[in-house]
């Protein structure tokens, strides 16, 4: 079964029709621009182009703790006023039980550590207005 995520609200609803209990694991990333840059992409980066994405907090909730992107966006200021891409996979539980915290807790750990080393294959990113979006 093929499902089309276009924005975060399709995910969430995606993953609110699956057979088993699951957890959104999410790393919300902001963009920083390394010590060694060259003008030209500082010039960018001022511009609101280019930068490195880096790990700045994570956070995991039920799709039924998620009423939408938006309350999403709202609560996320709460802990991280700025914030650039997020991103998120979904994590399974099984015989009707949800993943376990530990589950959860290493699935994060690895999430941020892929987010750390561009190894994004096997997360959705979204921007700040919660379109899925292609990372170059």
Request: glycine share 6%; charged share 20%; hydrophobic share 40%.
């Amino acid at each position: 079964m093929t499902i089309n995520i276009a924005n975060f609200d399709d995910l969430l609803q995606a993953a609110r029709q699956q057979a088993q209990p699951q957890r959104l694991l999410m790393v919300f990333t902001s963009a920083e621009l390394p010590d060694d840059c060259t003008p030209q992409q500082r010039q960018e980066f001022e511009a609101g182009h280019g930068g490195a994405l880096v790990p700045a907090m994570y956070a995991d909730k039920a799709p039924d703790e998620i009423q939408s992107f938006a309350a999403l966006k709202l609560e996320s200021g709460q802990f991280q006023s700025q914030w650039h891409v997020v991103f998120v996979a979904s994590l399974s539980g099984a015989n009707n039980t949800p993943p376990s915290s530990s589950d959860v807790e290493q699935t994060l750990e690895r999430m941020v550590e892929s987010v750390k080393l561009g190894a994004l294959d096997n997360m959705v990113a979204f921007d700040t207005s919660g379109n899925a979006i292609m990372l170059e």
